[in-house]
């Protein structure tokens, strides 16, 4: 399996950016993907995730009412829509797949229950 992310660049605060990560490769039947993200000098956070099977989605509280994942089975792509961007965003934004289904509630957000992870693209919040 490969991901490859898109969709990064710069944006003012308040702006918005939709980021793209593209699953290829043996894929499980059902499948998870989620975003995460790093800051500089912070640990890896997870911002959203969704089922391929149920469309169904867990995203951080950070997040809520501003960015939206979703996804588009027919090309095995994931979408996350970003808005009202705040500079404490800025970092690099990966994605990373997970055949262990279902997601769960309480683990979601764990880097360890991932097993392929993107290369990352880079999101900046300045004005």
């Known amino acids: 399996v490969q991901l490859v992310e898109s969709g990064g660049g710069l944006v003012q605060p308040g702006g918005s950016l939709t980021l793209s990560c593209a699953a290829s490769g043996s894929l499980a039947e059902y499948y998870g993907i989620a975003w995460f993200r790093r800051a500089a000098g912070k640990e890896r956070e997870g911002v959203s995730c969704?089922?391929?099977?149920?469309?169904?989605?867990y995203d951080a509280e950070s997040v809520r009412g501003r960015f939206s994942i979703s996804i588009d089975n027919a090309k095995n792509t994931v979408y996350l829509e970003m808005k009202n961007l705040k500079p404490e965003e800025t970092g690099v934004y990966y994605c990373a797949y997970t055949a262990v289904m279902p997601i769960l509630r309480w683990s979601w957000n764990d880097v360890s229950e991932y097993q392929v992870w993107g290369q990352g693209t880079q999101v900046t919040v300045s004005g």
């Open positions: 969704i089922q391929s099977s149920d469309q169904d989605t």
